[in-house]
């Protein structure tokens, strides 16, 4: 596996991508109301007034706008002359009105416009730094830069519409993150019926691994196992299905270092029969994947289906983005698994040489005790939302110079800062999960695929160990993983 960065990613821009992902962060920067560098110079105030947010750790400004500035005509960033001249005061909500895309399969457009009528910049601003957690911020939006194939102003619908997804329609931080199985667990045993079949359904699926989290496939992606025969429709609520694939997607994020950004999937069809077919919870995932996690599916290995399926793949692959539908492939054997996946890494279950097998372990009632210090994680929410604060100035430093070494080596290391140190505000914002407790995802960002456990596994290899947190005293700081 190559350590080298995959081309447009960080590191591996040619000079036509590094200027689209300018353009991007210039109006991602506008849409989030941060003040335009060097605009309080001409304004004598960064274009509003200042108010500190801490619930997600980033505080900053907050674009405010008079009434009079409200009835100006809306404007389009996208098609401003070059000859004109932007008015810093002009509003964020308004300042962006891109064209209807005729591909626009999930409505995101509608859900761009939605997300600025409805929501503050702020708003916006603290979902997105919220979403980035220890990923490279720059990362990030070159997902969507390159989902849409470097078109900017889609690029910039699909991730403000993410935005609004994650804080809006499934508060994905706030809730599903927040809450975790824990909050799962004794809403299972409420008296309030809904709660406690929403709770109970959640966890059901957790404890007969109807997909789990394990190794990695021969390109270093961490591999999602899906038992497709344990699912049943209408056995648990569409509520919790959704709400379980959310948690495992962005358990999955955690597990991504670079240059590896992308995972496998696994969909075991052994004992496949059309009991197990549910076409809604495929919708959902595909919707996912093509909407709101792009360019997170490395590959998907649809193995040992039954003749049946044939018909219902001529359906979902007509539902799929042929970009998607190219990283599907059909494995009917072991050796044809061992095509992606090496025979030391698939499960004995599939009939590999990994003797590993999932155990759902139960939330213990003090694993989350630590959420509860307030100081603590206040301090480090403070902390983080100076770096965000550096990053962006140093952002607008880049954009308007990205020839410069020291703008460059800055955001560099304050991107780093953001790596690291989201791995120490982990534990206070994230409840934990059966990875944490069965050591895949250990204290500080480091991740295990093959931990030792009671001899039973053999020493993990170096290139199973990924360490997300940190970096050693010792380490290169050219060579940052």
């Known amino acids: 596996m190559s350590t080298a960065p995959l081309p447009g990613r960080p590191g591996n821009l040619t000079a036509e991508q590094e200027v689209k992902l300018q353009e991007l962060w210039k109006a991602t920067l506008k849409v989030f109301g941060v003040p335009v560098l060097g605009a309080e110079a001409h304004n004598g105030s960064p274009n ?7 619930q997600d750790g980033v505080s900053g400004i907050i674009s405010t706008t008079s009434p009079e500035k409200k009835k100006k005509k809306r404007i389009s960033l996208f098609s401003r002359k070059k000859h004109d001249k932007e008015d810093p005061e002009e509003s964020v ?6 064209a209807p895309d005729s591909d626009d399969k999930y409505g995101q457009t509608k859900l761009f416009h939605e997300a600025l009528a409805n929501q503050t910049p702020e708003e916006l601003r603290k979902t997105f730094w919220s979403m980035v957690k220890h990923d490279n911020p720059d990362g990030l939006l070159l997902r969507f830069l390159r989902a849409r194939k470097w078109d900017v102003e889609k690029a910039l619908v699909m991730m403000i519409s993410t935005m609004h997804w994650r804080s809006k329609e499934v508060d994905v931080d706030g809730d599903i993150v927040w809450n975790g199985e824990a909050a ?51 056995e648990q609520t569409e ?4 709400r379980f694939t959310i948690l495992m997607l962005e358990t999955a994020r955690l597990l991504l270092s670079p240059p590896v950004d992308t995972a496998a999937i696994v969909f075991d069809m052994t004992d ?12 959902f995932m595909i919707k996912c994947f093509e909407a709101n996690y792009p360019e997170s599916l490395g590959v998907v290995l649809v193995h040992k289906a039954p003749w049946v399926f044939q018909g219902i793949w001529h359906i979902i692959k007509n539902w799929l983005d042929p970009v998607v539908a190219s990283k599907i492939h059909f494995t009917k054997s072991l050796d ?13 279950e599939l009939g590999g040489e990994d003797p590993w097998s999932y155990k759902y372990i139960e939330p213990s009632p003090a694993e989350n005790d630590v959420m509860n210090d307030t100081a603590t ?12 604060k550096e990053f962006e100035t140093a952002t607008q430093e880049w954009i308007q110079n990205s020839a410069a070494p020291p703008v460059l080596q800055k955001r560099s290391a304050l991107a780093e800062q953001l790596r690291t140190g989201y791995w120490k505000l982990d534990p206070y914002v994230r ?13 500080g960002g480091v991740i295990e695929y093959y931990p030792k456990t009671n001899g039973t596994a053999p020493t993990p290899a170096p290139e199973t160990v990924t360490s997300n947190g940190p970096i050693a005293a010792s380490h290169d700081p050219d060579g940052l993983d």
């Open 377 to 388: 994680r206040d301090k480090l929410l403070e902390e983080r939302a100076n770096t965000v």
């Open 431 to 443: 409840a934990r999960t059966v990875y944490d407790r069965n050591g895949l995802i250990k204290p």
């Open 184 to 234: 799962a667990l004794k809403d299972s045993m409420s008296a309030d019926a809904i709660l406690k079949r929403e709770g109970t359904d959640f966890l059901t699926q957790l404890r007969l691994g109807k997909s789990f989290l394990h190794g990695t496939d021969k390109e270093g992606r961490p591999i999602c196992f899906v038992r497709v025969r344990l699912h049943r429709q209408g």
């Open 336 to 348: 044809e698994l061992q095509t992606f996946i090496p025979p030391s890494h698939i499960i004995a």
């Open 93 to 98: 909500h308004g300042a962006l009105s891109p």
């Open 272 to 283: 496949f029969s059309m009991a197990n077919m549910d076409y809604g919870p495929v919708k």
């Open 48 to 54: 509003g007034s200042e108010k500190a947010e801490s």
């Open 239 to 242: 509520a919790s299905l959704e």
